[in-house]
């Protein structure tokens, strides 16, 4: 089995590598025709796997597909060639959800996730480790991420007391595996705000000790919201350099448009400070959260949104109905077969932010003309969002819009038929198969567990289900993404839901055409045909050609974001548009 740490490790290790960071408004630079023959070009152009001969590229666009020998005859002798050796050739990736800002600072954090870290002792001793390394000074802060409470071995949990013990003199906090909480130590809680006694926020989670007042470490939901909003991160002399790191990631993964998936008003500032600065070489689309709609309306007004400038495009309004099935935070219709985060009986989660808010969040958004992606992982909480969408746009689609599930996870058929009828996109999440999928069994019982992410019945009923790995909860790794939805492998052993599998044509759709669709930009990119956008990525193999349990293996060759390679070839990567 894929093991996660060694992922991550590939992950980090890109983030040295070059990249240009130079980018243009106007049109890429005419540097003549480029035909790409020599091995299989899956175009991604209708419902069963369609191949061309060659492809021809000028000016960033993709101007004929079709047979070598007519590619070759209209480039007019001015060509360059590129033989693809065997290897193949695909529209490139379109992330349906991620966290693009987390991708800046990642590289500052420590990775404790489990393996190796399997226990509290052993995420204690990766933060010493790194510590030491970064000769921290008392005071100084120190973060880590991938804490996973499922995963602990004899309900032993990373607690406060636990990093006071071995850091006493340090603000200590480790980010929850799911990226809706964290685990803070007593310098830490002072830092961002937290107080024995404090009262729990609506829609939040806060671990006690058994006084009932104290605080335990863990804190979840909007209960994390204090220290979210101030986590330190790039500074405006550091935030082009993170950017270019970040990138890497994605462009490492094939990746030629991300998400920055709940963007507050300081990040869409930065964001928009890198992009004039000429600092994305791939397209970033940026959902505000809802709660700083209304500031960022201020300097942003909603006819701003849904178009690129210099890279960058405002997607529409993000909406948290709930937590992660993981954490124990998702909103569910039936109790957690195994209590709540504390131990609660008949514990169902609940709403991530106030059900009030959230509805006139939605019609507000849907006034402005904006799209909204709301986080719904249990099936209550996907029960509301039909209910707030009905409440905003009637027994239809939003005019002009298009709604998405984000996650999605534990829909029911008959929520699956109302989708249908509502319009509402599906972005599910495979990835959870394998690496949470043990947990889920054990929270949710098998039946419901292996009907999570189903990927076959939503095609089944017509839609168009997208795919994502809400990086960082998992890697950035297209292949593994396209693996699991496949093979629905348990991390155990054994495969979760074996119905819901679906074919690698199916699974690939998920990441390039019907990802573009989810975006409206399916007439630009998703898929190779003239016209569109010459964003392509080179794979080591063909995903539909090889054994299904070999598509994890399969290698991002080289990434091209339209017409220049910007993965691993940096000094092509310069101005594009």
Known sequence: MVRLTSLLSLSVALLVAGCGTEREAAAPADSGALVITGGPILTMEGEAPAYVEAILVRDGRIVFAGSKAEAMRQGNGATVFRDLEGKTLLPGFIDPHSHFIDSMSLADRVNVSAPPAANAQAILAELKKAAAARNLKPGEELLGWGYDENLMPGGVLLT?????????????????????GAVLNSRAMERYGYADGMATPEGGFIQRKPNGRDLAGLVMETAYMPMFAK???????????????????????????????ATHAPQVEQLQRIARAGGLFIDVVAYPFITDLETIWKTNPPESFGRYVNGLKLGGCKITG???????????????????????????????????????????????????????????????LIAAHREAAGDGPAPGLKTVCIHCQFIRRDQIETFKALGIVPALFTDHTFFFGD??????????????????????????????????????????????????????????????RITPYAALKAITIDAAA???EEADKGSIAVGKRADLVILSADPTAVDPMAIRDIKVVETIKDGRTIWPQAAEAGARR
């Open 160 to 180: 406060r007391d636990l990093l006071d013990e071995a850091f006493p003199d340090n603000p200590v906090a480790v980010i929850h595996v799911s990226m809706h």
């Open 231 to 261: 986590l330190p991160g790039p500074t405006p002399e550091t935030e082009v350099e993170a950017a270019r790191k970040g990138q890497l990631l994605y462009a490492a993964a094939g990746i030629t448009t991300a998400q920055e998936g």
């Open 322 to 384: 709930d937590g992660s099935p993981q954490g124990k935070t998702a909103w569910f219709t039936t109790p957690y077969l195994t209590g709540g985060p504390a131990g609660e009986t008949s514990y169902r989660g609940g709403p991530g932010i106030p059900p009030d808010a959230m509805k006139a969040a939605m019609k507000a958004c849907y006034d402005r003309g904006l799209r909204v992606h709301f986080h719904a992982n249990g099936d209550a909480a996907i029960d509301f």
């Open 439 to 500: 947990t889920h069994i054990a929270n949710r019982g098998l039946a419901q567990a292996s009907f999570i992410s189903p990927m076959k019945a939503a095609a089944e009923a017509g839609l168009r289900p997208t795919n994502h790995t809400d990086a960082f909860v998992v890697p950035i790794d297209q292949m593994m993404t396209v693996w699991t939805a496949v093979n629905r492998p348990l991390r155990s052993g054994g495969v979760l839901g074996p119905d819901q």
């Open 518 to 520: 989810q975006y409206g």
